[in-house]
């Protein structure tokens, strides 16, 4: 049950990505940024919790995900630390995932050659 939960909410944000990407004229970076600021603003106001319980890994690897591990980081750093917690925390809280994002691509990029675009 936990997977079709999980289809279902990532399913959904992709479905909202798509429908967008077809019918606006925003373009996928816009979305794609569109969607960390929605993930941050829901976190913010505690609603971003609630589908993280119902859904798992279906809206936490999302954008949307990303963005919720920012403001909780942000939350959870300025509960410690004060007001400097604003500048590190979502830095803090992310940065497994950055990291992971930056090396992955930094080894594809060694492996593989990039085409001619001429």
């Known amino acids: 049950m936990d997977y079709l939960k999980a289809f279902l909410v990532g399913g959904t944000f992709c479905l909202i990505g798509q429908i967008l990407i077809d019918k606006t004229k925003l373009t996928p970076a816009r979305i ?3 969607y960390v600021v929605i993930g941050v603003l829901l976190s913010g106001i505690g609603i971003y919790q609630h589908i993280v319980d119902f859904a798992q890994a279906g809206a ?3 954008l949307t995900g990303f963005g919720h591990t ?3 980081g942000v939350r959870e750093a300025v509960d410690r630390e004060g007001f400097i917690g604003i500048l590190t925390g979502g830095l803090k809280a992310s940065a497994g995932g950055i990291t992971a994002a930056i090396l992955s691509g930094l080894i594809v990029g060694l492996i593989f050659k990039d085409k001619d675009r001429s």
Do not use: C, E
């Open 60 to 62: 936490t690897v999302p």
């Open 32 to 34: 794609l940024v569109s």
């Open 70 to 72: 920012l403001a909780k």
